[in-house]
């Protein structure tokens, strides 16, 4: 199989994984032809990349961070619990609490699983996917900077509930209105609060609420504002792969973003993912088919030679690199 952007390129290719809907039922199952009509309805419902069968490419394995159908009954379950804070007011801390452990529990860290691209709806205002993939993308990267299990529950807990202030109102008093919220629950640390309450600082001292500057800033909520801003950029521009977003986020670094945590997120986000075409340094062409872990940008690439089978390490090969996406 090989990652293929949604486009007139695709018409004709047979789906390789299948893609959901929000509400867990399959949408396209693997197999499935890619007409006109199907690109169209899948790039207006947000799904703008997917895997495609690729006979010249089959031993390319995709693996999962977190299981599509675990992400899925997790975003019901965040679903109810938002709707019950939007209504009432209460929120169950609870269910908040076995949400995290569920991921901690089941998070994939094997050298070659990723966050999944292109086999899900993509709702870019949907609260709820953006929050449990935000605290996903937390927990990789707390994960990267070896922290212990109460780290990471605690972190992952803020980075669950950082936009929880959207539920009450728009707009930048959101940080606020969600920090005066959560912390009057007291199953929740002051390092979970403080995610909600300061993810939008940035560590110039441009940010809100308090335009606080890097070293007024607590860590947990340094990295939920990189994850934050990753996965928004990816589920506003479903197009756009993650080392797209990386080199956004890393012209930003030092201005919003802490230099650590950014190149400690790198480590944990697979920048060029399994099945992805590239073009190296030298010209050749090929596909990305194993990771490096801790070293995603350079990663294992079977060139494109017909019957024999060429494989670049290019931790091995350090005079070479990608130079592009052919996708």
Do not use: W
Not at 49 to 70: C, P, Q, S
Not at 80 to 107: C, P, Q, S
Not at 128 to 145: E, K, M, N, Q
Not at 189 to 213: L, Q
């Amino acid at each position: 199989m090989r990652l293929s952007l949604l486009n007139e390129k695709a018409i004709g290719k047979e789906l390789a994984m299948p893609i959901y809907t929000a509400e867990g039922t399959i949408m396209l199952n693997n197999g499935a032809e890619l007409t006109e009509k199907i690109i169209d309805r899948l790039r207006k419902l947000g799904v703008g990349t997917v895997y495609i069968n690729d006979v010249e490419n089959d031993d390319v394995v995709v693996k999962e961070i977190l299981d599509t159908i675990l992400r899925i009954k997790l975003i019901k379950d965040l679903r109810k619990i938002f709707d019950a804070v939007k209504r009432k007011k209460e929120l169950d801390t609870g269910m908040v609490k076995n949400i995290v452990k569920e991921i901690l529990d089941n998070i994939d860290m094997s050298e070659n699983a990723a966050i999944s691209l292109g086999n899900m709806e993509n709702s870019k205002n949907d609260l709820c996917s953006h929050s449990l993939d935000v605290a996903v993308l937390s927990i990789l990267t707390g994960i990267s900077r070896q922290y212990n299990y109460n780290q990471l529950y605690d972190l992952g807990v803020g980075a669950l509930l950082h936009d929880i202030g959207k539920l009450f109102t728009e707009g930048q008093k959101h940080t606020e209105e969600g920090f005066n919220f959560v912390r009057s629950y007291r199953e929740f640390s002051a390092a979970s609060n403080i995610c909600v309450y300061s993810h939008h600082e940035n560590v110039d001292g441009t940010g809100y609420p308090r335009s606080f500057k890097s070293e007024q800033i607590y860590e947990y909520a340094k990295i939920v504002a990189l994850c934050n801003e990753y996965d928004n950029l990816t589920k506003t521009n479903s197009e756009m792969l993650p080392h797209e977003a990386l080199e956004h986020i890393c012209s930003n670094v030092g201005k919003k973003f802490d230099e650590d945590v950014y190149h400690d997120f790198t480590k944990a986000i697979r920048c060029y993912p399994n099945g992805l075409p590239v073009t190296l340094n030298n010209g050749e062409k090929g596909i990305v088919i194993m990771q490096n872990k801790n070293f995603p940008q350079r990663p294992v690439i079977k060139l494109n030679y017909k019957g024999d089978k060429k494989y670049i390490n290019l931790m091995e090969t350090l005079t070479l690199f990608i130079s592009a996406v052919n996708i």
